[in-house]
């Protein structure tokens, strides 16, 4: 079992930066495979960023491609997505997520953490 809870997100203008956070409870941690997702009002939840369990392996999406960067510190149990020049499309609920995977995956996650707004003004 994992528990998540993301950190990190606020109103910024476009061409800002920020750099989310997830927190994991849980001894297993370093055997997870972890993902971002997010979801505009109106739209489904879709994929940003994965890693695998060791972070030797990452996974972008298009839309963030170049801009957005995934890492995590096992040692602190932490994955983090570093988000620079955000757009106002990026506008959206981000969520960080948990497979047992260990591979990188864009889909089939097991765990989620509750969300964190992230506003990006024009």
């Known amino acids: 079992q994992v528990q998540l809870v993301e950190s990190g997100g606020g109103l910024v203008q476009a061409g800002d930066s920020l750099r989310l956070s997830c927190a994991a409870s849980?001894?297993?941690?370093?055997?997870?495979?972890l993902g971002w997702f997010r979801q505009a009002p109106g739209k489904e939840r879709e994929f940003v960023a994965g890693?695998?369990?060791?972070?030797?392996?990452?996974s972008h999406a298009d839309s963030g491609k170049g801009r957005f960067t995934i890492s995590r510190d096992n040692a602190k149990n932490t994955v983090y997505l570093q988000m620079n020049s955000l757009k106002p499309e990026d506008t959206a609920v981000y969520y960080c997520?948990?497979?047992?995977?260990?591979?990188?995956?864009?889909?089939?996650?097991?765990?989620w953490g509750p969300g964190t707004q992230v506003t990006v003004s024009s």
């Open positions: 997520a948990a497979s047992a995977s260990r591979v990188v995956i864009r889909s089939g996650y097991h765990y």
């Open positions: 849980g001894r297993t941690f370093s055997s997870y495979a």
């Open positions: 890693i695998s369990w060791s972070g030797g392996s990452t």
